[in-house]
């Protein structure tokens, strides 16, 4: 029990920090360009076309963003109470979201699946800071671009 309780206490941080990050940008504000575009020549082909990816607006793409994050935060939960079907469908959303998200974000949020669903096969993904650090870019760009 004790094992579980390191990475439900994280993914509960990550899940608080994740959702005071996301309210609706103000009317007519741009996101953000401060961060540098990440994507790698592995990642996937960009299915995002305008500045919010493949969402129609800032405030569906930083809703739908933080909450796939904090939804893969509490990836250990579902698979610790034996969601299977639960637990498979949170994968394929947050995959799809990883496509979706704008470019700068690509990389960073795909890293973040990887580590996410390598998280259920290996705890050590949350004791030894792997999820933190890919949770971070994530968190910082909802920071940036979500207020």
Excluded: H
């Excluded at 800032?58 to 963003?65: L, P, Q, S, V």
């Amino acid at each position: 029990m004790k094992n579980l309780a390191r990475p439900l206490t994280a993914a509960a941080l990550f899940a608080a920090l994740a959702l005071t990050a996301c309210s609706a940008p103000e009317a007519g504000s741009a996101p953000s360009s401060s961060a540098p575009a990440t994507a790698t020549a592995t990642a996937t082909p960009s299915k995002s076309s305008g500045p919010y990816g493949d969402f129609p607006s800032a405030a569906e793409a930083c809703t739908t963003i933080s909450q796939q994050a904090t939804g893969a935060s509490l990836f250990p939960l579902s698979a610790a109470q034996g969601k299977t079907a639960e637990l498979e469908q949170l994968k394929a959303e947050l995959s799809e979201t990883a496509e979706r998200v704008p470019d700068e974000l690509k990389a960073d949020f795909a890293n973040l699946n990887d580590v996410a669903v390598a998280g259920l096969s290996d705890q050590t993904v949350y004791s030894s800071g792997k999820f933190d650090a890919a949770m971070t870019p994530v968190t910082a760009w909802l920071a940036a671009n979500c207020k």
